[in-house]
T-cell receptor, first 114, second 116 residues
Framework: AQKITQTQPGMFVQEKEAVTLDCTYDTSDPSYGLFWYKQPSSGEMIFLIYQGSYDQQNATEGRYSLNFQKARKSANLVISASQLGDSAMYFCAIGETSGSRLTFGEGTQLTVNP | NAGVMQNPRHLVRRRGQEARLRCSPMKGHSHVYWYRQLPEEGLKFMVYLQKENIIDESGMPKERFSAEFPKEGPSILRIQQVVRGDSAAYFC??????????????FGQGTRLTVV
């Protein structure tokens, strides 16, 4: 069974600063993928970034980067140059084999202050 | 290229009625997943389907809930005799068959079910 732990229920950051959202995972499968999603107050789930367990480099997508430390089983999301529109709930998720479901953490509520 | 389409966006049902939630996957996607999000919680897996097949329903409640993904048409999540505890957001996700690790899992906008 796989598990995702997000230990920060809420985070605050000043506009234009960087912020790191923590995510640790547990899995017995040697092949897996890690996902981050953003859920704004409107409720939709927005895919942000993906990291495969065998990827040598950390994933990046614009202002989002994933700090993947396989030995520590952590997959932290880094948002650079925070914007007011980044205020939302952020979920980390793990998927194991092809075609498998995702297991989500409980989320971190990020608030960007002007 | 339309995304994952769910309808209705909002659904209100009285206790004891049936709720039908629809999900049309992205074009070219053959995998559909349903998740439920209770208030203030993360998403919980319910069921995984391919066309005409239920692959994994380990997250589905044993009674009142069913899902299908017919050869033609959208995937349907059906909840019979709804109770207040069924009030939640129900999300559908789709992904393509890649033969390897799925690197994409795109979600619809969700259906918010309220049972009164």
């Amino acid at each position: 069974a796989q598990k995702i732990t997000q230990t920060q229920p809420g985070m605050f950051v000043q506009e234009k600063e960087a912020v790191t959202l923590d995510c640790t995972y547990d899995t017995s499968d040697p092949s897996y993928g890690l996902f981050w999603y953003k859920q704004p107050s409107s409720g939709e789930m927005i895919f942000l970034i993906y990291q495969g367990s065998y990827d040598q480099q950390n994933a990046t997508e614009g202002r989002y980067s994933l700090n993947f430390q396989k030995a520590r089983k952590s997959a932290n999301l880094v948002i650079s140059a925070s914007q007011l529109g980044d205020s939302a709930m952020y979920f980390c998720a793990i998927g194991e084999t092809s075609g498998s479901r995702l297991t989500f953490g409980e989320g971190t509520q990020l608030t960007v202050n002007p | 290229n339309a995304g994952v389409m769910q309808n209705p966006r909002h659904l209100v049902r009285r206790r004891g009625q049936e709720a039908r939630l629809r999900c049309s996957p992205m074009k070219g996607h053959s995998h559909v997943y349903w998740y439920r999000q209770l208030p203030e919680e993360g998403l919980k897996f319910m069921v995984y389907l391919q066309k005409e097949n239920i692959i994994d329903e380990s997250g589905m409640p044993k009674e009142r809930f069913s899902a299908e993904f017919p050869k033609e048409g959208p995937s349907i999540l059906r909840i019979q005799q709804v109770v207040r505890g069924d009030s939640a957001a129900y999300f559908c996700a789709s992904s393509p068959w890649t033969g390897g690790m799925n690197t994409e899992a795109f979600f619809g906008q969700g259906t918010r079910l309220t049972v009164v």
